[in-house]
């Protein structure tokens, strides 16, 4: 039973770039939420998909979109990168919205230079 | 806003002594409680869980207690050993909210 898988593992991006995380959810799982975790930090809540649309969203800028596929994998992207963007990106999927388990994925380390 | 304030930041004890993390919530629709532990450079994992209508939950050597008067939940590690040193954290969340909020995270380091 495949867990939540991610990718690319690291990622190294310069001011201004954008860049596309992915994610994988747990076998029979259809919704993914998406976290930034600064060092030191807790993970903060970016947003969340379920039926391929983005059911809630943290504070975060409009710069951060994600998108959710038929087969439940999801993608976020970041426009125009600023440092403080440096951090873990991580993502947890459940057994729907009303599940409310989530299990997280190895994450994707950015770095913003 | 939602909050959820996590003491101590860094716990030392030594091996075979018991740990207790403490977590406070400001939300009081909050019925969910998970708690995750976060080793170097590696994903948070579930450890343990509990809903708000328990009062407590046990799995070996961890346990979580629930306090909804005081909107206060605790992790017990009991008989620790230096595998149990990570991160922790705690997180509340209320079915239909789709977010958790997480603690800042408590340091646990168990001396051999």
């Known amino acids: 039973d495949a867990g939540v898988t991610q990718s690319p593992t690291h990622l190294i991006k310069t001011r201004g770039q954008q860049v596309t995380l992915r994610c994988s959810p747990k076998?029979?799982?259809?919704?993914v939420s998406w976290y930034q975790q600064a060092l030191g930090q807790g993970p903060q809540f970016i947003f969340q998909?379920?039926?391929?649309?983005?059911?809630q969203r943290g504070n975060f800028p409009d710069r951060f979109s994600g998108h959710q596929f038929p087969n439940y994998s999801s993608e976020l992207n970041v426009n125009a990168l600023l440092l403080g963007d440096s951090a873990l990106y991580l993502c947890?999927?459940?057994?729907?919205?009303?599940?409310?388990?989530?299990?997280f994925g190895p994450g994707t380390r950015l770095t913003v230079l | 806003g939602e909050n959820v304030e996590q003491h101590p930041s860094t716990l030392s004890v030594q091996e075979g002594d018991s740990a207790v993390i403490k977590c406070t919530y400001s939300d009081s629709a909050s019925n969910y409680f998970p708690w995750y532990k976060q080793e170097l450079g590696k994903r948070p994992q579930l450890i343990i869980d509990i809903r708000s209508n328990v009062g407590e939950k046990k799995d070996q050597r961890i346990a979580v207690t629930l306090n909804k008067t005081a909107k206060h939940f605790s992790l017990h590690i009991t008989e620790t050993q230096p595998e149990d040193s990570a991160v922790y954290f705690c997180?509340?969340?209320?079915?239909?909210?789709?977010?958790?909020?997480f603690g800042t995270g408590t340091r646990l380091k168990v001396l051999a």
């Open positions: 998909y379920y039926e391929e649309e983005e059911r």
């Open positions: 997180a509340a969340s209320t079915t239909g909210t789709y977010k958790y909020i």
């Open positions: 076998s029979g799982h259809d919704t």
């Open positions: 947890a999927s459940s057994l729907d919205w009303k599940g409310d388990t989530q299990y």
